[in-house]
Every structure is written in structure tokens, then in C-alpha cells.
T-cell receptor, first 116, second 117 residues
Framework: AQSVTQLDSHVSVSEGTPVLLRCNYS??????LFWYVQHPNKGLQLLLK??????LVKGINGFEAEFKKSETSFHLTKPSAHMSDAAEYFC??????????????FGKGTKLSVIP | GAGVSQTPSNKVTEKGKYVELRCDPI?????LYWYRQSLGQGPEFLIY????????DSGLPNDRFFAVRPEGSVSTLKIQRTERGDSAVYLC???????????????FGPGTRLTVL
């Protein structure tokens, strides 16, 4: 069975400083991993995804994540936070459930606050 | 159309009533998923359709919940005898995924916020 642990429920950074959102996963096979962002009262938007190609994945808005199999981690980073980055971030794992369903399993989310 | 659309955006109902939530996926997407997001939590999987058939309904919490996709496009999630614990945001996602072909990106709709009084 697959699962995801987001290590911080809330992260606060100053504008212009680096962002690190931590995620560990558990999966039986070779998983696909994603980060989604959810702005208040808006839908989930895909930031980036890892599907067994390059271990360093670049996404939208300057975000990137590194897949580390030995550490079962998929941490999300950004060199310089912007006010518009304030949102809820979800780490997500996906693998075939056995019924052809590549359902997504979400972590509980990390709320990112950006201080001016 | 542009993205996944869901109607209504908000639904308030009374305990014991029946509700239907609609999802219109991206045109051409064969796979459709329903998720439920409770307050302060990440979304949780409910059911997966490949075409018209419910290929995986293992996430449905009980037999009060049912979903259909009769023509392989629009899907309706149906909840009978609603309970206060059903209050949540119900999300729909679609992807261009052929069965057993591996993960493809799921695109989410804005969700329907269901409140059961």
C-alpha cells in the first residue's frame, strides 16, 4: 500500500528566502510522485511530477523536487519565495491499485505562509 | 472546453436528503476519478472510471454513495440519506489514461462544497 507523510503541517518563510517542503513516501513498487498546490477557494494545480526519468524534476513557478529512493523522499524546493506562493501544498504518490486505477494518495498538506 | 467543471459549486442540504454532484471532464479524457476532501485534510480517493465502467470503487465509504458515467463523459456522484459527516469538498479529476498504461496527470475540477445540516 502507498502512503505519504508531509513532515510539516505549516511552514513560514520570508519573501525572497528559500522554501523547503518535506515529503516522505511509502510504496510497494516504483511510484509516480507529484506535488500539487491549492490556493484558497481554488482547485488543485499540478506543480511537477516524477515518473522514473530524471531524479531532479523542475516544475512551474520556479519549484523543483528531487526524488531520493534511498531516503524515500521527494522534497519540494524553491530558491526564493514570492508572496503569491502562499498556499497549501500536497505531496502525492500514485501506483496501480491492481484494478488499473492509478489513484492518487495525498499527504495531509503543508500550509506555506510568506511574510513580506 | 477548458478544464474539468463541477456543478454545483456549493450545495447545502438537510440530513437524510439525497444529493447529486456532477462532473464534466476534459474532452477526450477516458479516465475519471472522484475524491473527497474533508476540512484540513488531503483529498481521499472514492472511485475511478475507465470509460463507462467503474473500474475501482474501493474508496466509497458505504453503500449510500454511488456514481455513474453512462456515456463515458459526464459523471454523477450520488449520495443517499446524507449525514453530517458527509460534509466535505468533493473533487473530480480526469486524465487521458488508457487502462494499465501507467500514470498520467490528473486534472482537477474546482470541487463541490457539500454541507449537510
Amino acid at each position: 500500500a502507498q502512503s505519504v507523510t508531509q513532515l510539516d503541517s505549516h511552514v513560514s518563510v520570508s519573501e525572497g528566502t528559500p522554501v523547503l517542503l518535506r515529503c516522505n513516501y511509502s510504496s510497494s513498487y516504483s511510484p509516480s510522485l507529484f506535488w500539487y498546490v491549492q490556493h484558497p477557494n481554488k482547485g488543485l494545480q499540478l506543480l511537477l511530477k516524477y515518473t522514473s526519468a530524471a531524479t531532479l524534476v523542475k516544475g512551474i513557478n520556479g519549484f523543483e523536487a528531487e526524488f531520493k529512493k534511498s531516503e524515500t523522499s521527494f522534497h519540494l524546493t524553491k530558491p526564493s519565495a514570492h508572496m503569491s506562493d502562499a498556499a497549501e501544498y500536497f505531496c502525492v504518490v500514485s501506483e496501480d491499485s491492481g484494478a488499473g486505477s492509478y489513484q492518487l494518495t495525498f499527504g495531509k498538506g503543508t500550509k506555506l505562509s510568506v511574510i513580506p | 472546453g477548458a478544464g474539468v467543471s463541477q456543478t454545483p459549486s456549493n450545495k447545502v442540504t438537510e440530513k437524510g436528503k439525497y444529493v447529486e454532484l456532477r462532473c464534466d471532464p476534459i474532452s477526450g479524457h477516458t479516465a475519471l476519478y472522484w475524491y473527497r476532501q474533508s476540512l484540513g485534510q488531503g483529498p481521499e480517493f472514492l472511485i475511478y472510471f475507465q470509460g463507462t465502467g467503474a473500474a475501482d470503487d474501493s474508496g466509497l465509504p458505504n453503500d449510500r454513495f454511488f456514481a455513474v458515467r453512462p456515456e463515458g463523459s459526464v459523471s454523477t456522484l450520488k449520495i443517499q440519506r446524507t449525514e453530517r459527516g458527509d460534509s466535505a469538498v468533493y473533487l473530480c479529476a480526469s486524465s487521458f489514461q488508457k487502462a494499465a498504461s501507467g500514470t498520467n496527470t490528473q486534472y482537477f475540477g474546482p470541487g463541490t462544497r457539500l454541507t449537510v445540516l
